[in-house]
């Protein structure tokens, strides 16, 4: 991939990966799968694809989120084995976090009235099941996937 000098993945082991390497990488395995999951509640279809490209359809468009949450958990880490820094969580509960921090902060930053935390709810409908809404407040639940 460029990053250091030799031809193995940090990860798997894996010779000469290539960045979408990073994306199948069975390290990375479960967290894709529970995005795979988010994705069927959502009542989305899921293709390999979407990894790369996103979601094009407007009323999926925050699931594009989702991909993006999966794809920092990636990059930072990435940034910890370069940086010779333990990784403390598995990918999954880190993306899991990365959601929940997600959607807390947009609820904040958006919901000042009720009016406003309609508009929230109206982005975010496609994953409803992640959240409650009890004006002022917001119960997130971002579920653990038992991949058995």
């Known amino acids: 991939m460029g990053l250091v000098s030799s031809n193995i993945c940090f990860f798997c082991l894996s010779r000469n990966p290539t960045w979408r390497h990073l994306l199948v990488c069975q390290k990375f395995g479960p967290m894709w799968e529970t ?3 988010i994705f069927r509640k959502a009542k989305c279809n899921w ?3 979407v990894i790369f490209s996103g979601v094009t359809d407007t009323n999926f468009s925050a699931l594009n989120h989702v991909i993006n949450a999966a794809y920092s958990v990636i990059f930072e880490s990435i940034a ?3 940086n010779k820094i333990p990784i403390k969580s598995d990918p999954s509960s880190k993306l899991r976090q990365k ?3 997600l959607l807390y902060s947009n609820f904040k930053e958006i919901c000042h009235d ?3 935390c309609s508009r929230f709810q109206v982005y ?3 994953l409803n099941f992640l959240f409650e809404i009890s004006w002022p407040s ?3 639940r ?3 996937y038992n991949l058995d």
């Open 142 to 144: 971002i579920p653990v």
């Open 80 to 82: 910890c084995v370069l």
């Open 138 to 140: 917001i119960d997130i």
């Open 114 to 116: 009720e009016v406003a």
């Open 99 to 101: 959601l929940f921090q």
């Open 124 to 126: 975010w409908m496609k």
């Open 47 to 49: 293709k390999q694809g």
């Open 35 to 37: 995005v795979k999951i």
